[in-house]
């Protein structure tokens, strides 16, 4: 379900000038009627933010869970697009401000009392934006993607005439005491509706919104209604005034985006590599497909081949994950079930050039493989159904299929193995409740476990760098429930701390392929504990502490190949679940682009082939 901050892509570029954006061209009037055509709404709305300079907007939003329960806060909007200000307020079981001045954006939880300021990015200076109506592409409306919450959004109805399907008049009617015309929308290949909206007769603006939910039952989900809405007000300066010291703070609160490489320029194919990911069709009746892009869009829209589709022999019917690409990326290797029923699974090895897949392995269950840092083993967990979990490695061609963990201290059971360490030995640890319990490094030539450090840590997730020359890992505190994200070396000594969080949660942890960068999610808890994702990119030794990417679930994190890029996949976007990349050079980011790729698919668990 869509909630309190759906969305706040923040594409984070420097900007030195506040100069007001010229207005749009003043529209034809419009007067929406029950005689309007699909097209005529559609456009209509496309072009909405033409037809009104700056807004102030109040009203309510709830949001209907499954379980029966209901979620309700208010919410008020003032918004002048073409000087880059606006200032919004909720307040529910949380309350939250945020306003930005043309220059600055500030953030603040007035709940918890934890703020942000960043830079309001140059990428958003559209003024009175009208998207280009694309075949297959959404391009949602850059000013928004810095305000990021539900009512607001609706000022901007453009975000919603981008998909292809079919506006049907029903009735005039009134919102806000305004004069609307009821539509309701449907994906074109669907019978069920998926919005009702009230849009304003004269200017296309949304003054309620209702969502269904996608399984077609009528279930309403969600509703947004605005209560009050002023157009072309002249607004005080001070109404957009920021804290006196909001562009002074310290710590994670404050922290902006700052390049944290050199020169990015165009990829040479051999850097540039390939990305593998999965398309969900968003409708009945159609199926998902693995499919591969050159990472040559990532640099280079103009030399970008078409998307490929990759063959496989199985159908998609289960919970999917990434591929996992050997070190010289020749092969990939991936568990799967070819059985109707899901079981058992097979550890599959996918030859990228060959486009042949094999069978390597078969059990009831089987964990994601991790290829060894030489290449010469998998290594994957496998479950027996009953509550029993080993770990086995076989070598790419098939050999050698063992079991590794039969020596593990039962007392720990089960484990969970979290890769390869460099000295050809997995790491596994306990899947306890709870800090204790040691880590294991278990050999992978005899099987030996020995513990992985000499004293009693904190039990976590541990990254090794490239190089296996430090650690990385999420140190939890429960009683502040503070996170501090640290390195140290392998043998658990001189840890150094390189970012601070209260509460939420860090995942995923991702260095770069050099070993001097690491990526990782922050999960921050908004209203109604739904959180908000915050990707940074920060150096080995703490410099640098960048804040690169704001959205709601971010998913698997990902270098490129020469680590200038770093892509990340959102699972909850205006459009759906896709992939963004940020320019790690010049904090610039934009959704992937290829000949074919269409934003009416949900796109996930993508890989990175070198």
């Known amino acids: 379900m869509k909630k309190f901050l759906i969305l706040t892509l923040i594409l984070l570029t420097s900007c030195s000038s506040t100069t007001p954006i010229n207005p749009a061209p003043e529209p034809a009037p419009l007067n929406l009627t029950v005689d309007s055509a699909s097209g005529q709404i559609q456009q209509a709305m496309l072009s909405s933010a033409a037809r009104w300079r700056t807004i102030q907007m109040s009203g309510d939003v709830t949001w209907y869970a499954s379980d029966g329960t209901v979620q309700t806060y208010q919410e008020q909007a003032w918004i002048d697009p073409l000087n880059g200000k606006f200032k919004v307020e909720l307040n529910g079981a949380e309350k939250q401000t945020k306003t930005s001045n043309g220059t600055s954006v500030y953030n603040l939880n007035v709940n918890s009392g934890q703020s942000e300021v960043f830079l309001y990015p140059a990428f958003a200076r559209v003024g009175q934006y009208i998207p280009p109506l694309v075949e297959g592409e959404a391009h949602p409306n850059p000013i928004w993607a810095q305000i990021g919450t539900p009512l607001s959004q609706l000022a901007f109805s453009s975000d919603y005439a981008q998909n292809r399907g079919i506006f049907k008049p029903v009735e005039i009617s009134s919102a806000a005491g305004r004069e609307t015309l009821v539509v309701e929308w449907m994906f074109s290949e669907n019978s069920f509706i998926s919005w009702r909206m009230w849009l304003d007769t004269q200017t296309a603006v949304i003054l309620k919104l209702q969502e269904f939910g996608k399984d077609g039952n009528g279930s309403l989900q969600g509703e947004r209604t605005v209560t009050q809405v002023i157009y072309d007000q002249t607004f005080a300066a001070s109404l957009f005034a920021l804290p006196g010291d909001s562009s002074n703070g310290t710590g994670n609160d404050s922290v902006a985006a700052v390049p944290v490489v050199t020169e990015s320029g165009p990829m040479s194919e051999e850097e540039a590599g390939e990305l593998y990911f999965f398309l969900q069709p968003r409708q009945a009746g159609q199926s998902i497909q693995l499919v591969r892009v050159s990472g040559m869009c990532v640099s280079d829209v103009i030399k970008c081949p078409p998307v490929e589709t990759i063959q496989v022999p199985f159908a998609f019917n289960f919970t999917i994950n990434a591929l996992s690409w050997s070190p010289d990326g020749r092969y990939a290797a991936f568990s799967y079930s070819d059985a109707a029923n899901g079981t058992p699974t097979r550890v599959w090895l996918f030859d990228a050039s060959a486009k042949t897949w094999t069978s390597l392995a078969q059990f009831p269950y089987i964990d994601p493989p991790f290829w060894s840092r030489d290449g010469q083993w998998i290594a994957f967990r496998i479950q027996d159904g009953k509550g029993g979990e080993e770990v086995y490695i076989v070598h ?95 043998d658990g000594a001189n840890a150094v701390t390189l970012a601070d969080f209260t509460g939420g949660n860090l995942y995923p942890l991702v260095w770069s392929p050099d070993g001097n960068l690491i990526a990782f999610n922050y999960y921050r808890s908004f209203a109604n504990s739904e959180p908000g994702a915050e990707v940074y990119v920060v150096s080995r030794n703490g410099e640098n502490l960048s804040l690169v990417y704001k959205g709601v679930t971010v998913g698997r994190l990902i270098f490129s190949p020469n680590g200038k890029y770093l892509l990340v996949e959102e699972t909850t976007s205006p459009t759906g679940g896709h992939l963004f990349l940020i320019n790690l050079a010049t904090m610039q980011q934009k959704i992937l682009e290829a000949p074919g790729l269409s934003t009416d698919y949900d796109w996930y668990a993508p890989s990175w082939r070198p």
């Open 396 to 490: 790419p061609d098939g050999r050698e299929l063992k079991n590794i963990s039969a020596s593990l201290p039962v007392e720990g059971r089960p484990y969970i193995m979290d890769g390869w360490y460099m000295d050809g030995r997995v790491i596994m640890r306990s899947a306890l409740p709870g800090e204790g319990g040691s880590i294991y490094l278990v050999s992978a030539a005899n099987g030996e476990v020995r513990p992985m450090f000499d004293t009693m840590l904190k039990k976590a997730s541990f990254v090794a760098s490239p190089d296996a020359g430090l650690l990385a890992y999420d140190d939890f505190d429960y009683n502040s429930q503070s996170h501090s994200l640290k390195v140290m070396n392998p």
